[in-house]
């Protein structure tokens, strides 16, 4: 496999959140499954699981705030 870039996913994940807020939440399987259905890491799942936990994550820390 290989190490991940985890700039390049991170920002991924920040434009995603500000280009579709209403879409995603806190659960990260219905964050996955959001991210399956758009078809943006169709070639990598490693990718869409690492972006759906930054969204997840960034979420949370959201509403904590």
């Given amino acids: 496999m290989g190490k991940q870039s985890t700039r ?3 920002r991924k994940a920040q434009q995603l ?3 579709l807020p209403d879409k995603f ?3 990260f399987e219905h964050n996955k499954q959001v991210l ?3 078809h943006i890491f169709d070639y990598s799942k490693t990718d869409r699981n690492i972006v759906a936990g930054m969204i997840s994550r960034l979420v949370q820390n959201k509403e904590n705030y």
């Fill in 8 to 10: 390049v996913l991170k």
């Fill in 36 to 38: 399956k259905e758009l």
């Fill in 17 to 19: 959140i500000e280009l």
């Fill in 25 to 27: 939440n806190e659960d």
